[in-house]
């Protein structure tokens, strides 16, 4: 079988149907996004955190290192807050859990952190200025006029479902592909239907349910970091797979030294799921304080207030080499990671098609 030509990479216009994961949160990088996408592959650019000039200046620094196609990634929702802010009595109850860390770490528990503004919309405008040539959104669909003008640009739009559900609504939305993400992948669970924790199918089970239920071409994330798990995901029905923690590992991302090392290190063998860190669930290593907050099951402040309340804990951690107080993302893969290099990572992804 010709896995190498597959509808996807006949519309998007690339080489090989291997796409990196879009990082959010300043992991994202120019040089990985490019090195892949020059590579035969789609590199991917994480922007939900960045402004709309930060993207437009993005944009231009991309387009400088690539012709090829690449994708800019958002988030449609961007907040699980009410009107932005947050009850004092919440983060009080947060507060009283968190205060011992910050105490052992020895720096002052923040204040109640400032409401937020969504983004999302000021954010789309500029996608649809720059005309990436995809758009991969997570954390819900978008409304059929801007659907509408993406195709008018030539933007190829790319939907995450982490449920069958969630993939049938997309399709039925008229998004271009759909990415099947299962739950052995690193980083946020994007669900948008029901709770994170209620949509916990695996990568390959949601492949097939995918393949059987939707006619859209599927992406398979998730538990995948080197040819055989390609091959698997091809044999499955997938028109293409996005690798994520493998490409995170490489030093071509924007993840810490400290951060690529964990992943390569025996840490890497366990993760878990868990709230307490940014307020919606994501997959990282399970270091000590990871275990502690889900044994106390701990309180947190909504998404991205509780990202904003942990970051001076991260800080001080970074800067104190406590790896036990940080939380690396990364997925169930981590442990077959082996490549610090995109390109040999690359090599290694299209040996898939050999």
Same mark, same amino acid.
């Given at each position: ?5 597959? +509808?996807?990479?006949? !519309? ?17 990088? #120019? ?10 592959? &789609? ?23 690539? $012709?090829?196609?690449? $994708?800019? $990634?958002?988030? *449609? ?44 919309? $000021?954010?789309?405008? #500029? ?18 006029? *801007?659907?509408?003008?993406? +195709? ?36 946020? +669970? ?8 209620? !949509?916990?199918?695996?990568?390959? #089970? ?11 071409? *599927? ?7 080197? !040819? ?7 044999? &499955? ?15 071509? !991302?924007?993840?810490?030294?400290? %951060? ?53 804990? +991260? ?5 104190? %080499? ?33």
């Amino acid at each position: 079988m010709n896995w190498q030509k597959t +509808r996807v990479t006949e !519309s998007i216009g690339i080489d090989y149907p291997i796409l990196q994961g879009p990082f959010g949160g300043g992991f994202s990088s #120019v040089k990985l996004l490019s090195t892949v996408s020059n590579a035969g592959g &789609l590199g991917a650019y994480g922007a939900y955190t960045l402004s709309p000039q930060e993207i437009y200046e993005t944009d231009k620094q991309i387009k400088a290192a690539t $012709n090829k196609p690449y $994708n800019i $990634n958002l988030w *449609v929702s961007d907040t699980d807050t009410k009107d932005g802010s947050v009850s004092d009595d919440q983060y009080e109850k947060t507060k009283k859990i968190f205060q011992p860390y910050f105490d052992e770490l020895g720096i002052p528990v923040p204040p109640k952190p400032a409401p937020f503004q969504s983004r999302f919309e $000021n954010q789309l405008q #500029v996608i649809l200025d720059i005309k990436p040539k995809v758009f991969s959104y997570m954390f819900g669909t978008l409304p059929e006029d *801007v659907l509408q003008e993406c +195709r008018k640009r030539g933007i190829k739009t790319v939907g995450t479902a982490t449920t069958l559900d969630e993939a049938i609504t997309l399709e039925a939305t008229g998004t271009d592909m759909i990415i099947a993400t299962g739950f052995e992948a690193g980083g946020h +669970r994007p669900s948008f239907l029901e709770a994170s924790e209620q !949509s916990l199918t695996g990568t390959f #089970v949601l492949l097939q349910l995918m393949r059987e239920k939707i006619k859209a071409p *599927v992406i398979s994330a998730g538990g995948i970091a080197d !040819s055989r798990g390609a091959k698997a995901a091809f044999l &499955l029905g997938a028109d293409a797979v996005q690798v994520g923690t493998a490409f995170l590992a490489c030093e071509e !991302s924007n993840a810490s030294p400290l %951060h690529r090392q964990m992943l390569f290190s025996d840490a890497a063998k366990q993760t878990a799921l868990t709230r307490s860190f940014t307020g919606r669930l994501g997959r990282g290593l399970s270091g000590r304080l990871v275990k502690e907050l889900l044994a106390k099951e701990a309180p947190h402040l909504p998404f991205p207030l509780q990202t904003t309340f942990m970051a001076p804990l +991260r800080q001080a951690a970074t800067e104190q %080499h406590r790896a036990d107080m940080i939380f690396f993302w990364g997925g169930q893969i981590a442990p077959l990671v082996k490549h610090r290099k995109a390109a040999e990572l690359m090599e290694e992804l299209c040996r898939a098609f050999v």
